[in-house]
C-alpha cells in the first residue's frame, strides 16, 4: 500500500522567518496530496491541497508544491506567525476520492 | 458548515469490555471514517465507509469492527478492549466534491 514519509518530525523557527515540511510517497499512482492542520486539543483541518496535475499551489502565506518524478511534496508557510504553531500531516491518496494515508505529522513551533 | 459529532470526548473502559465510539454527520456525506492518533504515529486508518452497510478495511483493523446502518450514522466497535487500545479515536466525513475530509473533535479512549 501507499507509505507517506514527513519530515521533519519537529520544526522551531522564528518569527517572520519561512518553514518548510516535506513529504515523500511511495505509490506512484498517487495524485492527491492534502494538507491538514491539527492546533493544541483541536480537529484536523485541511489547509491546501495539490493535484497531480498541478506542480504549485499557493494560497496566501502558503504555497504547495509537487513533483511527480521525485515523489515529493512539500508545504511552504513564509511569514510565519505564532498562530501557525501546530502539527501539520501531509497525506497521499491514489484517488481523490479515496482513504487518505497520512505521513506522521510535523509539530511546527514559531517563537516570537 | 459541516458538523461531525463524536458520542464522547472522554471514555474510560476496562480491558475486555465491549466498547462503541458513534460518529454522526450532517452534511449527506457518503464516505465517512474511522482514525487512530497516537503520539509519533500520526493518524492511522481504521476502517472506512462509502456507502450505508459498506466497509472497507483500513491499515490497522485488527481488533475493530464497523458498523453503518444509516447514512449519517458511523460507528467504530471494539469488540474487546485491550489496554493497547487506549488512544484518541477521530471520526471524518469526506465533501464529494472538493473531497475535503472534516474530522469530529476526537473521543480519547483509556483502557484499564
Known amino acids: 500500500g501507499e507509505n507517506v514519509e514527513q519530515h521533519p518530525s519537529t520544526l522551531s523557527v522564528q518569527e517572520g522567518d519561512s518553514a518548510v515540511i516535506k513529504c515523500t510517497y511511495s505509490?506512484?499512482?498517487?495524485?492527491?496530496f492534502p494538507w491538514y492542520k491539527q492546533e493544541l486539543g483541536k480537529r484536523p483541518q485541511l489547509i491546501i491541497d495539490?493535484?497531480?496535475?498541478?506542480g504549485e499551489k499557493k494560497d496566501q502565506r502558503i504555497a504547495v508544491t509537487l513533483n511527480k518524478t521525485a515523489k515529493h511534496f512539500s508545504l511552504h508557510i513564509t511569514e510565519t506567525q505564532p498562530e501557525d504553531s501546530a502539527v501539520y500531516f501531509c497525506?497521499?491518496?491514489?484517488?481523490?476520492?479515496?482513504?487518505?494515508?497520512f505521513g506522521k505529522g510535523t509539530s511546527l513551533l514559531v517563537t516570537p | 458548515d459541516v458538523k461531525v459529532t463524536q458520542s464522547s470526548r472522554y471514555l474510560v473502559k476496562r480491558t475486555g469490555e465491549k466498547v462503541f465510539l458513534e460518529c454522526v454527520q450532517d452534511?449527506?456525506?457518503?464516505?465517512m471514517f474511522w482514525y487512530r492518533q497516537d503520539p509519533g504515529l500520526g493518524l492511522r486508518l481504521i476502517y472506512f465507509?462509502?456507502?450505508?452497510?459498506?466497509?472497507e478495511k483500513g491499515d490497522i483493523p485488527e481488533g475493530y469492527s464497523v458498523s453503518r446502518e444509516k447514512k449519517e450514522r458511523f460507528s467504530l466497535i471494539l469488540e474487546s478492549a485491550s489496554t493497547n487500545q487506549t488512544s484518541m479515536y477521530l471520526c471524518a466525513s469526506q465533501d464529494p466534491v472538493n473531497n475535503e475530509q472534516f474530522f469530529g473533535p476526537g473521543t480519547r479512549l483509556t483502557v484499564l
Open positions: 465507509s462509502y456507502d450505508v452497510k459498506m466497509k
Open positions: 505509490d506512484s499512482a498517487s495524485n492527491y
Open positions: 497525506a497521499a491518496s491514489i484517488n481523490s476520492g479515496y482513504a487518505l494515508n
Open positions: 495539490i493535484r497531480s496535475n498541478v
Open positions: 452534511m449527506d456525506h457518503e464516505n
